[in-house]
């Protein structure tokens, strides 16, 4: 296999990959035959947790695509605090064929903000990059990717992570060769994804070549924890009875002794 050891020259973070390679996956929505899922590993308020996503047209892809899109406010990044920890990979396909993988680890001397990154592109020798990278998983942090060019695929872009009470933006463009089709992408984040804190459905909305399309992920409140049930009077003199025997029972030994 050969490999190209470099720097990848941009700032790289995890929702760059997820939210720029799903919106070229919005793109090859141009047939019935399409199909997008949002799965999060836990779909509770608030719950720290990993989403996969994934896109497929059997029609394919190819050429540039050009995205801007939102992030629903609320949503969060949970900075990694050990390293190599898989923050997050991307993984591009024709048909069953693995064209392209993209995967972003912590850095193992500053976790919580650097990556390592390492992309590898199957169709042409194989061809392999690694970098460290700078990212800002702070709420409203931009962070900026691009160009990262390997072999016949380029992608630049950038975003800007949401708050609490402001949605978060992205900025993005995907290159392909024509005659590279691009079926599939299978996208999964780490447990890095910490989700709203108040229930509803949130809506990730994004315009693709100046189609707006969007697609609903539900959060639901977690269940309360359970309530210690309360003492009635019969059940606190039955307590200090046991109470009282246990406490006869260890005196009696110790005079025995």
């Known amino acids: ?3 190209k050891r470099a720097k990848v020259s941009m700032a790289l973070t995890t929702m760059v990959m997820v939210i720029a390679i799903l919106c070229a996956s919005e793109a090859i929505a141009t047939s019935s035959t399409f199909s997008f899922s949002v799965t999060p590993g836990t779909s509770t308020t608030g719950a720290i947790t990993n989403y996969v996503f994934v896109a497929e047209n059997p029609a394919g892809y190819s050429d540039t695509v050009t995205m801007t899109g939102t992030i629903p406010a609320g949503y969060r990044m949970v900075p990694p605090t050990s390293g190599w920890q898989q923050v997050g990979t991307a993984e591009l396909y024709n048909g069953t064929k693995l064209i392209g ?3 972003l680890y912590s850095n193992s001397s500053d976790p919580s903000g650097t990556v390592d990154v390492v992309a590898t592109i199957y169709f042409d020798g194989n061809s392999s990059t690694t970098g460290t990278k700078d990212v800002d ?6 962070t900026s990717v691009g160009p990262l060019i390997l072999d016949s695929i380029a992608l630049q872009g950038s975003i800007t992570l949401p708050t609490d009470n ?3 933006t992205v900025n993005a463009e995907l290159s392909l060769p024509m005659w590279l089709k691009l079926t599939k992408v299978v996208i999964t984040t780490g447990d890095f994804v910490q989700n709203p804190p108040t229930e509803g459905d949130y809506s990730f909305m994004l315009s693709v070549n100046g189609e707006q399309t969007s697609e609903e992920v539900p959060i639901t409140r977690g269940a309360p924890p359970t309530a210690v049930p309360a003492l009635t ?3 606190m003199l039955a307590l200090v009875s046991i109470l009282s025997i246990v406490i006869a029972l260890a005196t ?4 025995r002794r």
């Open 1 to 3: 296999m050969v490999k």
């Open 137 to 142: 998983y702070s709420p409203g942090g931009t």
């Open 101 to 103: 993988k993209v995967t």
């Open 233 to 235: 009077p019969s059940g």
């Open 166 to 168: 402001a949605p978060g």
């Open 252 to 255: 009696r030994e110790g005079r």
